[in-house]
């Protein structure tokens, strides 16, 4: 595998994923049952953009104090490519969490500790999945076609059904939990699982927010599928990909609070990522017949995203 990161880039990368996620998950939205308010959420989400953003400059001034300014230019372009593209495929994540969360009903003071799982758990299988992806790219240099055709189809797929919403009560999941344990129609604060006595006995019940956890991991595994090919159009270097899907994954939580009341305002959102998927997944096809510059692309998918949120509010003033 051929990357630019060096063994004490990747510790340091490692050092400040660690502090970041301790902030994200013991100072972000307090203690237990605390509800973040949409002020707190957007001041956390402009953070870890910015520290997304001051990565990348590091990433740039080592890189052109060791390798030279052609590669720093050409490298850290395609880290903000990459963060790009996956937190646009992020906020599809969060819609999806939202979901789930109205669906059972699980109130913002009650959904902190599903969202610590759902974060962790995206970073540990995008992890492995990434290195086994640059891993399978550099044996079989052909799959980049096939993740291309793959992107292709889900971007239309995407638009096809843009508007459907999934039938949670028939989802095989739930239906295969329900049949297999004993589930309590009500919450029991952020408990997964609770004791009852019935019929003199002592039973254990799983909660609706266990229900919650798992589609959240599954959610976070499909999402993975989707997005981490997007990245292998941009770049195949381990180090960029990891650190720009990582970044993204970072600020969900602070995301999930901040469009938790105004989600419905960016609903022309999901074709936008439909086409940035499209997109992404043609570049890949004709990776060997034409390779789209990283700026140009940089600039596509920052105008589609763009248009699309610009669109989507504008129809939401209408209304």
């Known amino acids: 595998m051929e990357t630019i990161g060096s063994l004490w880039m990747w510790v340091g990368f490692a050092l400040v994923v660690t502090i970041m996620l301790a902030v994200d998950l013991f ?59 996956e937190k646009s495929l992020a906020v599809d994540n969060v819609f999806v969490w939202l979901m ?12 902190k500790r599903v969202l610590i799982y759902g974060v962790i758990g995206a970073i540990v299988m995008r992890t492995i999945m990434i290195f086994a992806g640059v891993w399978l790219i550099a044996k079989f240099h052909w799959l980049l076609y096939v993740f291309g055709a793959f992107l292709l189809i889900t971007g239309i797929k995407m638009w096809w059904f843009a508007d459907e919403k999934p039938d949670l009560a028939k989802n095989p999941v739930v239906k295969w939990i329900r049949g297999h344990m004993n589930v309590t129609h009500e919450l029991h ?97 004709l990776i060997d017949v034409f390779k789209v510059p990283v700026w140009i692309s940089l600039g596509i998918v920052t105008a589609i ?9 504008r129809k939401a003033g209408r209304t």
């Open 189 to 285: 604060g952020e408990h997964f699982f609770v004791v009852k006595a019935v019929s003199g006995k002592l039973v254990r019940f799983a909660t609706p927010l266990f229900l919650v956890l798992v589609l959240v991991e599954i959610t976070d595994l499909i999402f993975a599928v989707d997005s981490i090919p997007a990245i292998f159009a941009i770049t195949t270097d381990p180090f960029i990909v990891l650190t720009s899907n990582v970044f993204a994954i970072l600020g969900l939580r602070a995301m999930n609070f901040l469009l938790a009341d105004m989600a419905d305002r960016f609903s022309l959102l999901k074709y936008g990522l439909a086409i940035v998927l499209m997109f992404v997944g043609t570049k890949m096809m």
């Open 27 to 85: 100072v972000v939205g307090g203690g237990k049952q605390h509800r973040v308010s949409m002020r707190e959420a957007a001041i956390w989400s402009a953070v870890w953009v910015s520290v997304a953003f001051v990565f990348a400059g590091v990433l740039w001034w080592h890189l052109d104090g060791t390798s030279g300014r052609a590669i720093a230019n050409e490298t850290t372009l395609e880290f903000v490519t990459g963060y790009l593209i």
């Open 100 to 111: 789930l969360f109205s669906y059972f009903a699980v109130p913002l003071a009650l959904q």
């Open 305 to 313: 995203i763009a248009t699309s949120v610009f669109l989507s509010l």
